[in-house]
């Protein structure tokens, strides 16, 4: 058992460096919707505020192997303009095959385009631009070839490495709508992104000609007051990258505890792969927010511990005068 747990982790490897480029190689999170800058960087300084800093952890797999952790923490500013600025930073260790995937990122926004009745309705663009670090640990993975049925893992691999680790500039940019108008029934937002706009090369095997795959997501959502108690926000995910596709589905529901304190729950789908309910807590600046990954994919079926979960804590800063007229309604998640 233990060499095929370490087979299978060197099949994410595999993946990240794949002969065309066609797999998945970033992670992903089901509360994509509270890290801005890994989701869209026209979300930057999309918010009711003058700072926020967010930080998510997502641990994944820890049933069935050494677990997949990705922490990230953001932090994004608006001006008095119509610029924002942010930064981010993500790192994830994935598994028996010491692989680490570390990316850091800048990015601004610009968010003039605004019209409809008190330029409540906006069209934000945003880009980054930063570095991606990818390492890896050769010892500590084997392959099909390493394996000798009579005596165990003893066959050296064939597999030639120009080296193990690399750093690559990165860039990426997208395009967010939002219908920011208070005192509505229904507040829409929506926005599309293409990450890896420059296709880092893969220089990790020898004369390979592979390239970091673009990843673009599509996302949206509708804020919906049922009452002045509560409201209820349908959201989605359509997220391609190479070859791999996903797809989530979901909504949350927002409950007024007090003045100053909110309840949110609700959950995400995400096809093939897994059910992820969500609680959440808001109170004045912060926001805490849970979900558990329950897997409904084969492997989950398989060995019925593929599970993952993640907790999020965002801050956001606000200074004694406000610039609005009135209050902007934002996607807070």
């Not at 982790?9 to 066609?22: A, W």
């Not at 390979?208 to 673009?216: G, Y």
């Not at 304190?261 to 059910?275: P, Q």
């Amino acid at each position: 058992m233990k060499g095929f747990l370490k087979v299978a982790s060197f099949m994410v490897l595999l993946l990240v460096m794949g002969k065309n480029g066609m797999a998945q190689v970033d992670p992903h999170f089901s509360q994509f919707y509270v890290y801005p800058s890994f989701l869209n960087p026209a979300l930057t300084g999309v918010f009711d505020g003058t700072y926020r800093v967010t930080g998510i952890y997502r641990n994944q797999w820890s049933g069935i192997s050494t677990p997949f952790s990705t922490p990230g923490v953001s932090f994004d500013m608006n001006t008095e303009k119509n610029i924002s600025f942010g930064a981010s930073i993500m790192n994830q260790n994935a598994g028996n095959a010491g692989y680490n995937y570390l990316t850091a990122y800048g990015s601004a926004s610009y968010s003039g385009i605004r019209f409809g009745t008190n330029n409540t309705q906006r069209v934000v663009f945003g880009m980054q631009a930063g570095l991606i670090s990818r390492r890896f640990d050769p010892s500590k993975f084997t392959l099909g070839e390493n394996w000798n049925p009579a005596t165990g893992v003893t066959n050296p691999s064939s597999e030639i490495f120009s080296r193990t680790s690399a750093t690559m500039f990165d860039m990426g940019a997208g395009a967010l709508y939002i219908d920011g108008k208070p005192n509505k029934k229904a507040n829409f937002y929506g926005g599309i992104s293409v990450n890896h706009l420059t296709q880092p090369t893969d220089d990790f095997i020898k004369d390979s000609d592979a390239k970091l795959p673009m990843r673009v997501n599509i996302h949206g959502g509708l804020r919906y007051v049922v009452n002045e108690n509560w409201s209820i926000t349908p959201n989605f995910l359509y997220m391609t990258q190479g070859n791999a596709k996903e797809t989530m589905l979901g909504a949350y529901a927002q409950l007024k505890a007090s003045e100053t304190s909110d309840f949110l729950f609700g959950a995400n789908y995400r096809f093939k792969d897994a059910f992820a309910p969500y609680v959440g807590f808001y109170h004045k600046n912060f926001v805490l927010g849970a979900s558990y990954d329950f897997n409904v994919s084969d492997l989950g079926r398989m060995t019925g511990k593929a599970n993952s979960f993640e907790i999020s804590l965002s801050w956001i800063g606000r200074k004694a005068f406000k610039a609005e007229e009135e209050q902007f309604v934002c996607p807070r998640l």
